[in-house]
Nanobody, 122 residues
Framework: VQLQASGGGVVQAGGSLRLSCAAS????????MAWFRQAPEKEREFVAA????????SYADPVKGRFTISRSNDRNTVYLQMNSLKPEDSAVYFC????????????????WGQGTQVTVSS
């Protein structure tokens, strides 16, 4: 599966952005999908994941209550709605696909998109 992330940009603190990740290839609905992010000089970290039918989700503690992950299997797309953005949310955001259960370990996701930059100004 090939992944293409989009929707990043520059936003003021407190604002919102919605990221999209379009997948090509068949069997999208069988994948667990996730978002990770990487700030300069920091490790890539887990943000959120959604299971194959959207019924199960998982979030990193720093984004709980502010971010929402969802998917449309009809459109082969996964979304990340980001509200109440903070400067510390600034990073390159990557979408990833895996064939295992929901998880935050990067090793569970063999397929990665190219990343989209999110910058939150204070």
């Amino acid at each position: 599966v090939q992944l293409q992330a989009s929707g990043g940009g520059v936003v003021q603190a407190g604002g919102s952005l919605r990221l999209s990740c379009a997948a090509s290839g068949r069997a999208f609905s069988t994948y667990t999908m996730a978002w990770f992010r990487q700030a300069p000089e920091k490790e890539r970290e887990f943000v959120a994941a959604v299971n194959w039918n959207g019924a199960g989700t998982s979030y990193a503690d720093p984004v709980k209550g502010r971010f929402t992950i969802s998917r449309s299997n009809d459109r082969n797309t996964v979304y990340l709605q980001m509200n109440s953005l903070k400067p510390e949310d600034s990073a390159v955001y990557f979408c990833a696909a895996g064939v295992s259960v929901l998880g935050s370990d990067r090793k569970m996701y063999p397929y990665w998109g190219q990343g989209t930059q999110v910058t939150v100004s204070s």
